[in-house]
Each structure stands twice: as structure tokens, then as C-alpha cells.
């Protein structure tokens, strides 16, 4: 492989903000796009041969063959991408499922592809030909982007190369931001016209769902530093009521070493046996799970100590999350406060707020009466 750009390539980031900024904030302006929940991928191809590579530059190609095969039949000859690989089922995206497609074996490697195969999105051009990009403004890559896969089908999720759509109007952004989580993505990135491509910069900005839920404190784990002389706690285990059961909802952490010694002895007189607590039943469970209850074991886990602390369920908390993964939170929920107001019981999933439902081919689908010029 001989190009402009060679791996390894640390991805552009983003910084979070708060709403949908204003471009004429910014010299030249913005230019919005949706927020894709996969993984991060800067995708390589010379010729008949294609490297795809992860946000920290690890080795993502063999996961993914469906992927490889379709970038030689649907790209250039010699490019250097930056994308998001991302698998959907019906119309909204999976990110569990993209998750399940990193395996060490092979045969389970080309069954899943054939299963529940990926798709590339691609969102920035680091080099086209013999061209490196990577010092022209965004709006000169986007238009070379733009020409280069432009012959791309946009209509529908069965095309495994896509074409992220972009918008320069921040009220049409503002309504991509409302609607689009319905079909599993993540919120708006917006991006400075007259930046260049910096690795590992934040220099473009994020704008992510945040909301609010009580929930209910069912246990912890200790931290990874944690000693007998120093106990640390890691995560609280979090839970919400659903038809009198108390499920797993995910987890808070994020706290600083010395607010995690002082948790841990706060927590002490509400730790109970397992056999007396909601998830007593579980105990014995030995593999991963539908409701990816706490203790059982995944391919993400495997070697990892699960074990956790149970607690009395009777402290509610406040927490920040982004959004929901299936029944989960989809990443580490934010401790905010103590909620000594609130009745357990009385925390179920009802409370959070559900995102309207929206079809991923309109996400991916770009009205030809509506093209826009950078």
C-alpha cells in the first residue's frame, strides 16, 4: 500500500457544546451532519488492497470482509476516508450487534457478516488519488468527497458504502438533532468550513441528547485501584422497576479517588447478601444474556472481575444519560444527585422520554431537490 495518507491515522475529534451553534459564529461557517453510533473508522484502499483501522489506529479488517469487498467494487481506486462502520437491523441502527461482529474466530466471523453485515458511512476525505487533503479546508473536501462517491446508491440501507448527507442550514440541523435518535443515531456534528483535517484534534463540535432519570442503587464494584488498605469504589449498579422487577439499567462512575473512599463508607450499612436482593436469581448465571445482567460474563469481558456488592434497593439517585440502548443506558450514566424524595417502586422506565421514531433510509437518503453547495 503506497498512498498519500498512510496508516496508522488518528481520526479528527470533536468537543461537546451545548445546542446547535450559531455559523455565523465561525469564519465560513458551519456545515452540520448527523452523528453516526458505530465505530469510528478511517478506511484505506489502494487498489485491491483495503485496511480498515479504529479510532485509537487499531486493526479493524478482518472483522468486517462484507465491508472490504464492498469498498473495492463501490470506491476509488486510492482513497483515504474517515467514516463510521455501523450495522442496522430494519430501520434503526445496532450498536450491541456491531459489537457481537468482533470475534477471534473466523467461521463466526463470515457467518456474521453474512447475518447482520456492516456498512460504511464516509464523512471526510483525508486523500483522494494522489492527492493528500488533509491541509485543505473542509468545504474543499467535502466537494472532492462529493464527486468521489457521488455515484453512490443513497437510497436505502442495502448499499454497504454510503455518503453521510450535510446541511449548511442550522434550523434543518436543529430538526435532524429531534427526529434522527429514533433511528439509533447519536446527535449533530458540526464542522468549522475552513478547518483542515487535524488528528486527534478537537476540532470540530458535538451536539449530544442529555436527559435525566432516578433510578434506583442495587450494588457496586470496587475500583481497579482500589487496595484492602484503600477500598475504592468503581461503579454503582443501577436499576429501574418494570412489572414489579428491578432491571439492570446500566452504570454510574466518574468519580473522583477521594469521593469513591467516601461513597464506599456511605454505602456500607445498605450491603446485604445476594440471596436477598432482586438479583439473587442471577447469581448462578455464567454467560452473557439478553438483559446483560451483573456477573455474567461476554466477549467483551472475558478475564474481567464482574463481581459485584449488592445493596439494599432502597436509595434513589438522579443520573445524566444520553440516550438508550435497547433497555440499557448506551454509555456510562453521570451521578448527579441523591434523590431521598423519591419512592424506589416508584422508579420505573415510564419516566424516560421516548425518541420519535424514525426510519434510517431517510437518514441516509439525500432529496435531489434539495442539494446543497459547499
Keep these: 500500500m503506497d498512498l498519500p495518507v498512510m496508516p496508522p491515522v488518528q481520526p479528527m475529534l470533536a468537543k461537546s457544546v451545548k445546542g446547535i451553534p450559531d455559523p455565523a459564529k465561525f469564519d465560513g461557517g458551519l456545515s452540520f451532519e448527523p452523528k453516526w453510533d458505530g465505530f469510528r473508522c478511517i478506511l484505506f484502499r489502494d487498489g485491491d488492497e483495503v485496511e480498515l483501522t479504529s479510532r485509537n489506529t487499531k486493526p479493524l ?15 476509488p481506486e486510492r482513497c483515504v476516508l474517515d467514516g463510521e462502520l455501523f450495522v442496522a437491523l430494519g430501520t434503526r441502527l445496532e450498536f450491541e450487534t456491531l459489537q457481537e461482529r468482533i470475534h477471534p474466530a473466523a467461521s463466526r466471523i463470515n457467518l456474521l457478516a453474512e447475518q447482520t453485515p456492516a456498512s460504511f458511512v464516509a464523512f471526510d476525505a483525508l486523500a483522494l488519488g494522489d492527492d493528500d487533503l488533509t491541509a485543505r479546508p473542509f468545504s474543499e473536501r467535502r466537494a472532492r468527497l462529493e464527486e468521489a ?10 448499499g454497504r458504502m454510503h455518503l453521510t448527507r450535510t446541511t449548511l442550514d442550522p434550523a434543518e ?28 484534534a478537537r476540532t470540530m463540535l458535538k451536539i449530544k441528547h ?3 432519570a432516578d433510578v434506583v442503587l442495587a450494588g457496586y464494584r470496587l475500583h481497579k485501584n482500589s487496595t484492602p488498605e484503600r477500598p475504592l469504589l468503581g461503579s454503582m449498579l443501577l436499576g429501574l422497576y418494570d412489572g414489579g422487577k428491578l432491571q439492570h439499567v446500566g452504570v454510574a462512575a466518574s468519580f473522583t479517588e477521594s469521593r469513591r473512599a467516601e461513597l464506599l463508607e456511605e454505602l456500607r450499612p445498605l450491603e446485604c ?51 438508550m440502548e435497547g433497555r440499557r443506558f448506551r454509555h456510562t450514566a453521570q451521578f448527579k444527585r441523591w434523590r431521598p424524595d423519591r419512592d424506589p417502586e416508584s422508579c420505573g422506565y415510564e419516566q424516560l422520554e421516548e425518541p420519535v421514531s424514525y426510519d434510517l433510509t431517510r437518514v441516509l437518503d439525500v432529496d435531489s431537490d434539495r442539494e446543497q453547495e459547499l
Design 149 to 158: 462517491l457521488g455515484h453512490l446508491t443513497l437510497d436505502g440501507i442495502p
Design 173 to 200: 440541523a436543529e430538526e435532524w438533532f429531534d427526529q434522527f435518535e429514533g433511528a439509533g443515531l447519536d446527535g449533530v456534528v458540526a464542522k468549522p468550513m475552513t478547518a483542515p483535517y487535524q488528528q486527534n
Design 273 to 323: 447478601d445476594l440471596s436477598d436482593h432482586p438479583w439473587g436469581e442471577w447469581a448462578e448465571w455464567a454467560i452473557a444474556n439478553p438483559d446483560r445482567v451483573p456477573g455474567t460474563q461476554s466477549r467483551w469481558s472475558q478475564g474481567k472481575d464482574l463481581s459485584f456488592t449488592p445493596l439494599r434497593p432502597e436509595r434513589v439517585l438522579e443520573v445524566g444519560y444520553e440516550h
Design 61 to 75: 479488517t478482518r472483522y468486517f470482509p462484507e465491508v472490504v469487498a464492498a469498498a473495492k467494487e463501490q470506491l
Design 210 to 212: 442529555a436527559r435525566t
